[in-house]
């Protein structure tokens, strides 16, 4: 049946240029958004930038511009960045957008009349960089932010506060009886035995010292907390409280399949307080908050402020679209913490991208000119090995298939790539040049090559959310017509005959480990 699907990721900061970090993310929720477009799906891709708060404020004073000047230069880097990575999104949200501030302070205005906010006054630890409050346990004895473990201060302002006391009971409730809410689960548990069973405390949604934001309408010497105005960008573009709701009515409806993509870093705000402030809109809850490890560097986090990242366009460079996507999505599993290294960068080329499937191909490809200059059609006589084949085949586009709309990307493409090795270890048990010797075997030889050749176009299928440029480079050099490169055809295993076989380029080059990887050193920190 096909759903209606709608995919965001969090809404980056401008405030310095973003790393392979931002580019994990986005990458891995362009794959799941063009899966969805691949299997039919209605699908809504949301990414876009968070503009406000004091950090940008600071940044763009230190460089002598408004802050407006600040983000909009960095936000056509990050636009750049999108497009060399050929990122999908139907739609880039900045929180300086009219149609965002309006939605900001209409809300607010709701939440104030409701009861939902009060005005009181704030007195607590205040970490700069995550422009957070906490309280005395969380910073404790050294004062030092539980998040980013930079030294706090002590700051008092009059704050509108959220009332969350009143949603804590009906949060819990709906997490009963969502246990899929989160993934993975270990992070809602982490949520609520640090947050919610000391006590939730109100949320102070505006501050007063400093102006970069979205002004309280009712009392405009406030600006809206940025997470409170950040949150709402995925029901702000999709064109909420606007005059026309038709995006919103399909992607945020009852029937529409919602996802968040966002890091560990933030999932307290995606997984307490938007859920509550969407109970206080009266609106329908996302199906998914899908929290992703982070990628550390040299064992740290990888962070703006610190300088320590990699940018993702010098690699796409040297190593193409192709090798950089399939790194971010195949390399950490999606949902645990990894690193970036540029050892296991240029390993996970080599071995699955030129050994495994750029060899499979040339392999084939070499073997069909030799024996017979064209894909043999499918034989209905097969051997056990082609049978079993098979079994792998149709095994591995239905676990693909699940763990995709499970969300588990690197599982799926992993599911591919054992395929990709099946065929390869096919070829050591077929041994298709003693078949050649031999007159009576013409036909297991045939249906040897066929097989070869499926496997490699139903990869390519299975690929093509990951892999961008490789699958037509793949369907070029076996003939593959186009009706054969679709989802709808992935399954068909008697498809093949006749195509024209041609040789070209490989599709990757072999990196030299030791270059590549000075290459790559060299870069780390370079942004
Ligand atoms: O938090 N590894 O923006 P942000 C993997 N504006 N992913 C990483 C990463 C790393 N080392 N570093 C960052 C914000 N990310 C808010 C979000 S949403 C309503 C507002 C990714 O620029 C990861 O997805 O700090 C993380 O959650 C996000 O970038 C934080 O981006």
Not at 57 to 77: R, S
Request: net charge negative; glycine share 4%; with cysteine.
């Amino acid at each position: 049946m096909k759903e209606t699907f709608y995919i965001t990721t969090p809404i980056y900061y401008p405030s310095a240029k973003l790393h392979i970090g931002h580019a994990y993310c986005t990458t891995v929720a362009d794959t799941i958004a063009r899966f969805h477009r691949m299997i039919g799906d209605n699908t809504y891709f949301l990414t876009g930038t968070d503009e406000h708060g004091e950090k940008i404020q600071k940044n763009a004073e230190a460089k002598g511009v408004t802050p407006k000047e600040f983000v909009d230069d960095i936000v056509l880097g990050i636009k750049d960045l999108w497009k060399s990575l050929k990122i999908s999104n139907d739609d880039y949200i900045r929180t300086t957008e009219e149609r965002h501030e309006k939605v900001v302070q209409e809300v607010f205005s709701r939440f104030l009349k409701q009861g939902d906010i009060y005005l009181s006054e704030y007195e607590g630890w205040y970490c700069t960089p995550c422009e957070s409050f906490w309280t005395e346990s969380q910073v404790g004895e050294n004062h030092i932010c539980p998040d980013c473990k930079r030294p706090v201060h002590k700051a008092k302002e009059e704050a509108y506060f959220f009332r969350m006391s009143k949603y804590v009971d009906k949060l819990l409730k709906f997490y009963d009886e969502h246990p899929d809410f989160v993934t993975p689960e270990t992070r809602k548990t982490e949520m609520i035995n640090s947050f919610i069973k000391p006590g939730l405390e109100d949320l102070c949604v505006s501050r007063t010292t400093f102006t970069w934001g979205v002004k309280v309408k009712e009392n405009p010497k406030h600006v809206v907390y940025v997470w409170l105005d950040a949150l709402l960008n995925y029901i702000s573009a999709l064109g909420y409280l606007s005059s026309d709701t038709s995006k919103f009515d399909t992607f945020w409806g009852k029937d529409a399949k919602i996802v968040h993509l966002v890091g560990n870093d933030i999932s307290r705000f995606h997984v307490i307080y938007w859920p509550i402030f969407l109970m206080a809109l009266n609106l329908r809850m996302p199906d998914k908050i899908f929290v992703h490890g982070l990628l550390m560097m040299k064992d740290e986090k990888m962070s703006k402020s610190k300088g320590n990242v990699v940018s993702p366009n010098p690699l796409i460079e040297r190593y193409g679209l192709d090798a950089v996507r399939y790194y971010l999505v195949r390399e950490t599993i999606f949902g645990t913490d990894g690193s970036f290294t540029p050892e296991q960068f240029v390993s996970r080329i080599n071995v699955d991208l030129v050994n495994d499937f750029g060899n499979l191909l040339n392999r084939t490809v070499a073997m069909i000119i030799k024996y017979f200059g064209e894909i043999p059609p499918y034989q209905k006589e097969l051997t056990d090995i082609d049978k079993e084949l098979e079994i792998c085949g149709k095994n591995t586009i239905m676990l693909y298939q699940n763990y995709m709309q499970d969300l588990k990307v690197t599982e799926a493409i992993i599911e591919v790539m054992n395929y990709v090795k099946r065929a390869n270890k096919y070829i050591e048990e077929t041994k298709p040049w003693e078949l050649a010797r031999d007159e009576n075997k013409k036909t297991v030889l045939a249906s040897c090559m066929n097989h070869l050749a499926n496997t490699l176009r139903q990869s390519a299928i299975m690929l093509s959310p990951v892999l961008l440029e490789t699958p037509s480079k793949l369907y070029s050099q076996l003939g593959i017509e186009e009706k054969l490169q679709k989802w709808e055809t992935v399954s068909d295993f008697e498809c093949l005959g006749n195509q024209k076989v041609v040789k070209q380029d490989p599709l990757f080059p072999r990196l030299d480990a030791n270059i590549e990887i000075e290459y790559i050193k060299s870069l780390m920190g370079n942004i």
